[in-house]
């Protein structure tokens, strides 16, 4: 069974910092571009990073560019995302999936359970 899990989610305060875990059972993600997506209740589901199958290229929502930082251990069939200074209005759910490195969408509407981050005081 092909299954994205999403880890690392918490309660942390604002100007915290969270590292989230995308672990991909059944299949391997090495040869995929690998986004990370939020979506916060009563909005739609955005891209926040992508990072291609070798590390080399990257793409960042805007709003968290010199914050969050992605990466990934094709060894570990793991993909991060290491979020720093976090704000409240960055509490939502996050998922990770194929992604579409220019276009920072999901490429395949194919989603695990997520993990939810939640910045409050």
């Known amino acids: 069974q092909f299954q994205l899990v999403e880890s690392g989610g918490g309660l942390v305060q604002p100007g915290g910092s969270l590292r989230l875990s995308c672990a991909a059972s059944g299949w391997t993600l090495n040869y995929y571009p690998i986004g990370w997506f939020r979506q916060a209740p009563g909005k739609e589901r955005e891209g926040v990073s992508c990072?291609?199958?070798?590390?080399?290229?990257?793409t960042y929502l805007d709003s968290v560019k010199g914050r969050f930082t992605t990466s990934r251990d094709n060894a570990k069939n793991t993909v991060y995302l290491q979020m720093n200074s976090l704000k409240p209005e960055e509490t939502a759910r996050y998922y990770c999936?194929?992604?579409?490195?220019?276009?920072?969408?999901?490429?395949?509407?194919?989603w695990g359970q997520g993990t939810q981050v939640t910045v409050s005081s």
């Open positions: 990072i291609s199958s070798s590390s080399i290229e990257t």
């Open positions: 999936a194929v992604c579409d490195l220019e276009a920072l969408e999901d490429v395949y509407n194919y």
